[in-house]
């Protein structure tokens, strides 16, 4: 068993605090080029960039601090609808979230049990959600 004097206490005290100040950002950061690849399972049902146009479901270019089930002319499902009547915005928290699960998602966001979601797919691996999650924020709407 390792032992601990007061000099490995400070290091072990000033990795905690890293960790606490800067160092949960640094592990939660996505890789861009890394989500562009994971972004292919998504687009057989969205398309992003330039031109996009809503498919199975919306585009998302410009996803990333977007009021959710705004996108004009496409037609949205009544819990998703409701979430963002209700305010939902999709922040890089609340996509990790919906990603992971998005039936679950909406019935918790809603605090409703029958809530549905037209997406079945979920993206189960963190590091997946956040590699796309960043691709995504590189692909921004056209002013």
């Not at 996505?30 to 399972?41: C, L, N, P, S, T």
């Not at 819990?79 to 699960?101: F, N, R």
């Amino acid at each position: 068993m390792p032992k601990f004097n007061s000099k490995s206490a400070l290091a072990i005290s000033a990795v905690l605090a890293a960790q606490l100040i800067g160092g949960a950002a640094i592990a939660a950061e996505g890789d861009a080029v890394k989500g562009e690849k994971v972004f292919k399972k998504c687009s057989s049902c969205h398309m992003v960039g330039e031109g996009a146009k809503n498919k199975v479901g919306p585009y998302l270019t410009g996803i990333v601090g977007r009021a959710a089930g705004s996108i004009e002319k496409f037609k949205y499902g009544k819990s998703l609808a409701a979430a963002g009547e209700a305010g939902l915005v999709w922040t890089e928290e609340e996509l990790m979230e919906y990603l992971l699960d998005p039936r679950k998602y909406l019935r918790a966001k809603l605090d409703d049990k029958k809530a549905k979601s037209k997406m079945a797919f979920k993206l189960k691996k963190e590091q997946d959600r956040l590699d796309v999650i960043a691709y995504l924020k590189t692909i921004e709407a056209a002013e």
